[in-house]
């Protein structure tokens, strides 16, 4: 076998782990999705009468005594401290969210003034409110945004959304677009 047909057959190999894992993670989210949806409020309330019916004829008294024995203070130890590793991990978790939701709030910034800038150029010199209505527009279909509908149109009844947007005597900064953006 030479080194072409082995080079091959581990990109063929590589392929087929692919397709595995994609496989596994469509059974694995549709069997959450089961699960979930399996769970309806008549299944509950069975089976924690079931569970309660059966943990009461256990004999619980004779049950604790048995936890007692492995309930020792080095094992309750064991568990506060894995309980408190889950909440490290969990807390470095949610600060890497949190990271990456400000870059993308930085990046929106970014592209809200690219585009701000690029609408002011492109009116040429028009009127302030005409180019801060498209600096706006501009703003929005380059953060990715497809509501057109404007921060106060949510305040306001749906038959009164005909009327037209205020004009505005300044360009938003960089931030307050983003923040605009990013709450819609």
């Known amino acids: 076998m030479n080194f072409e047909q082995l080079k091959k057959r ?38 924690g009468a079931l569970l309660g019916f059966i943990s009461g004829k256990a004999q619980p008294a004779r049950a604790m005594r048995h936890v007692g024995q492995f309930a020792n203070p080095k094992m309750m130890q064991l568990v506060t401290s894995v309980a408190g590793l889950v909440a490290s991990v969990q807390s470095s978790f949610a600060a890497s969210k949190a990271q990456t939701a400000a870059d993308t709030a930085d990046d929106a910034a970014t592209t809200a003034d690219v585009a701000a800038t690029t609408a002011d150029a492109a009116a040429g010199g028009a009127a302030g409110g005409a180019a801060a209505d498209a600096s706006m527009s501009a703003a929005r279909v380059a953060a990715g945004s497809t509501a057109t509908m404007h921060p106060f149109d949510a305040d306001r009844p749906r038959s009164d959304r005909s009327r037209p947007d205020p004009q505005w005597d300044r360009q938003p900064s960089p931030a307050e677009a983003a923040t605009d953006l990013s709450e819609r």
Do not use: A, F, H, Y
């Open 10 to 47: 581990v990109e063929r190999s590589e392929q087929v782990v692919d397709g595995r894992i994609l496989q596994t993670r469509l059974s694995w989210s549709g069997l959450q999705t089961n699960w979930k949806e399996g769970w309806t409020p008549p299944r509950i309330i069975i089976v």
